[in-house]
């Protein structure tokens, strides 16, 4: 289906636009090509000069579809553009059928005795109230202490504590970074952790296969459930379940107006990263690969799929044994579209890696640690302990999304002409 609707895409033009197809095509190319030429000079300026292209980014699309009017193949156009998606979705879900990953393994797990939950009412919105999370949670058992009082609280030092009285699982609602926390005491002690959705994203809850949408689902495993063996990651000595970012976002975030406006603090500063005037100068090394000068890292907890602008999203497991390893390094408006359309760029360095140092020219640079902006002294270890920690989840649960595989079109031909088994 997929390639017969890139043929129609091209049999539409040919036939109904004959050699006016030659300038629709270039039409259409020269308008993308000044937009997104536009749309790199709008990342890398400030001011009136930002303000045109802005204009101009939307001016050539417009150009182009007046052109199309006055040449009267408009309809040409949309039938074209409409077939070409219709191939592009087909051909995606093509690959997605033979590139189902295989499922983490699945383990017994024995009703714990003496649960201990630890609640962050702030976390989501406030989930915990809204959701009834404690009340559920005391019904099934649990002993539940809330983070609301004023200042820091040692969170670690709770979970810990409970270990002692002899709490033999830990459960924990809140953000990926209070997740990261109490996992390494429970990886620390070999007990069993309870991941509660709680959070505003919720990336780690969403690669254990959990529901997202209702948090009090996942207490349902403490009834009945099953343990996935996952792997946990340490950076500069401490835990982090999904990923550690360097560069331009932990710079960005470690900002004071980040929070009370996040676009336009993106905005002002992103011109300077992108001219390399702004950010310590990194480094960041594997065993295989150096990434010099990038204008930002990404190491996580397993590696994330192939299917978005730069992978992120999802990860198919997380049981590896590896880290995975992004970095970015955008100096061109071509760069910017590659990456863009999920293609190979020279701008994107993709590898795993056992360990990743990162190394800066200057001695302590902001990190990003499961959403959590901390400022950490160089040079700084990520490692992975692989299978460390236990995580109970609800025998019924929505699972892992498919991942969605970036669109190879020789994949889908060979695909669509390869032999069927047990033909003659």
Known sequence: MSLLAAAAAVTVLLLCAGLRAVVLVGVGASGLVVMVAAIWWALTHRGAPRVLALVLAVAAPALVLVQYVRYQVTWIAALSVALWLSAGVTGRLALVRVDRPVAMPEFPAVPPRQPFMIMNPRSGGGKVERCGLREKAEALGADVVLLDAPGMVDVAGLARAAVAKGADLLGVAGGDGTQAVVAEV?????????????????????????????????LDALR??????????????????????????????QCPSYRDGKSRTIADM?????????????????????????????????????????????????NGGTLGVIGVKVTSAAQAAALLRGQRSAGLTRSTAKVVTIDADRPRIPVGIDGEALLLPVPLTCEVRPLALRVVVPLSRPGVPKPRPPLDWMRVCRLAFRPVRGAA
């Not at 780690?204 to 997202?212: E, H, I, N, P, V």
């Not at 063996?229 to 960005?252: C, I, K, M, Q, T």
């Not at 702004?278 to 890292?297: C, E, K």
């Open 186 to 218: 429970a990886a620390s002690h070999g007990i069993p952790l309870l991941v509660i959705p709680a959070g505003t994203r919720n990336h780690f809850a969403l690669d254990l296969g959990l529901d997202r949408d209702d948090p009090s689902k996942a």
């Open 224 to 253: 009945e459930g099953v343990e996935l063996h996952v792997d946990l990651g340490r950076a500069g000595g401490r835990p982090f379940v999904n990923n550690v970012s360097f560069g331009a976002y932990a710079e960005v975030v």
């Open 270 to 318: 992103l011109p300077d990263f992108l001219a390399g005037q702004r950010g310590a100068r990194l480094t960041a090394r594997t065993a295989d690969v150096t990434i010099a000068n990038p204008q930002a890292v990404l190491v996580s907890n397993n590696p994330y799929g192939m299917g978005d602008v730069t992978g992120l999203g999802r990860r198919p497991y997380l």
